[in-house]
């Protein structure tokens, strides 16, 4: 396709570190190149200094890939700001508390520690559009050595040092001030990922006993056996330590899944059900659409509906969510996958914003946490990823016919959505259905095939 972009994909950048396109002569001519662009969008006054605010996770990469991108921004005549290991969501709350021209994540979210990306945030925190990326990319493919920055206009780098305590305060604040955590046992699972630190401070200052794992990163552990993608290890805990619930961070802690007190999963639909009729109950709530993916549960779409809510599915992906919410002024969204986007306190998904909504609403009832997170019954659901090599099978005009047959097979009855993965070479094939029988016969032939076509 011609208008195909050539590093940025669903979520920024990201790719095996040191390989391209995660590569530091890449990360520097990014960092020239975005500096440049958000420059001439900015101010021009001579007293305005353009600044990027700079956050990452834990990875071993990381290092690399900061420094890499410090020069390139410097080379550009932009102040750096940096903030050091901080979640997603820290780094856009910074964005627009420091009043910068540009947020930087480096991180690839809930990958292994082999991989890494880069995320863009725009002056008002939220991450850039398609047609942004895509003029940063055409300054990227420039000669840009005429364009930088005279050696008197060099930028300087500078670090903040209570970036965790601002975004800490700032996560407190959607905490409605007359409750507290005390005597709620928490298990809480950081994935050795960008919020070991500010999460179990948030919690503890409300007053919470909290119980860490995944809270010892070393560089290579991020996200290993522990998080939302790994929810086993937080399930065990809060079993093991007989808490009241647990609660899984991922490796940039955008997303968050839950476990009640009987160490059974609590995902993203649930949640998103739960703030949802928390929200109307209490006038929280703009309007009566609630926007999700097309990942999400049939059973929560129904469930919205006896609450006179309706689901509008979005592509895979927060920042489609976060376009859906802005166009239509609703302030409630999310993904199963545990992407919780409450528009009233972030620009973007927040795990621990989203999980302290949960436990306001677990203290304010007094219920345990295996009545109050389940809200709905969900329609069986298989999520099969499909590893290929090469060209992407859901190109091969071969596919549609296996496709078709699901379609007729779950006509009425369920849905089949087949997606290409944004960051890995994976197709994903999920299907769900009241009958389990055949959502596990649809999602058996239709992976039979695509691992059929990607093996020509």
């Given amino acids: ?58 990875r071993l990469s990381g290092y690399m890939i900061e420094c890499a991108l410090v020069s390139g921004f410097l080379s550009a005549g932009v102040d750096v700001v940096l903030l050091g290991p901080l979640p997603t969501p820290a780094v856009a709350f910074l964005t627009r508390s420091l009043r910068a021209d540009l947020g930087v994540m480096i991180s690839a979210s809930h990958n292994p520690f082999t991989d890494n990306g880069i995320k863009l945030f725009g002056p008002d925190g939220f991450k850039l559009s398609d047609a942004v990326e895509k003029e940063i990319e055409a300054l990227m493919a420039e000669d840009l050595s005429g364009q930088l920055a005279s050696p008197a206009a060099i930028g300087r780098a500078s670090r903040l040092n209570d970036a965790a305590g601002r975004y800490i305060e700032s996560v407190k604040s959607s905490f409605p001030r007359g409750l507290r955590l005390d005597g709620l046992k928490i298990v809480l699972d950081c994935a050795h990922g960008s919020a070991y630190r500010v999460a179990p401070a948030a919690l503890w200052e409300l007053g919470a006993e909290v119980i860490t794992i995944g809270a010892s990163p070393d560089g290579l552990n991020i996200n290993d056996g522990v998080g939302s993608t790994h929810p086993e290890a937080l399930c065990e805990a809060v079993r093991a330590n007989k808490a009241d619930c647990g609660i899984a961070l991922d490796g940039d802690a955008d997303r968050v899944l839950f476990a009640n007190e009987r160490g059974e999963l609590v995902d993203g639909d649930q949640i998103l059900a739960l703030i949802a009729t928390l929200w ?18 049939i059973g929560l779409e129904e469930y919205l509906k ?4 309706s689901l509008h599915r979005t592509a895979v992906g927060d920042r489609y969510v976060v376009e859906r919410m802005r166009q239509t002024g609703g302030n409630l969204g999310g993904e199963q996958s545990g992407h919780m986007v409450l528009s009233d306190h972030a620009t973007t998904g927040d795990g621990l914003l989203a999980a302290l909504q949960v436990l306001a609403a677990l203290v304010d009832s007094g219920r345990p946490a295996s009545e109050l997170c389940h809200l709905f019954t969900p329609y069986p659901q298989t999520l099969k990823n499909v590893p290929y090599k090469g060209t992407n099978p859901m190109q091969n005009p071969a596919l549609g016919e296996t496709v078709r047959w699901a379609e007729e097979q779950l006509a009425g009855k369920g849905r ?7 960051t890995e070479p994976l197709i994903r094939v999920m299907v769900e259905a009241r009958d389990e029988a055949l959502v596990a016969d649809v999602v058996e032939r239709v992976s039979a095939h695509i691992q059929q076509l990607a093996a020509r």
């Avoid at 990360?27 to 500096?35: D, E, F, I, T």
């Avoid at 006896?306 to 809510?309: A, D, K, P």
């Fill in 306 to 309: 006896t609450q006179g809510l």
């Fill in 416 to 422: 089949l959505v087949l997606r290409a993965s944004g």
């Fill in 1 to 58: 396709m011609a208008d195909k972009r050539m590093f940025f994909g669903t979520d920024g950048i990201r790719g095996t570190a040191n390989t391209a396109p995660m590569t530091v002569e890449i990360a520097q001519k990014l960092g020239q190149a975005a500096g440049l662009y958000f420059c001439r969008q900015g101010e021009t006054g001579r007293q305005h200094r353009h600044t990027v605010v700079l956050g990452k996770d834990t």
């Fill in 280 to 297: 109307k109950r209490m006038g929280w709530l703009n309007g009566t659409e609630i926007v999700a993916t097309v990942m999400s549960n």
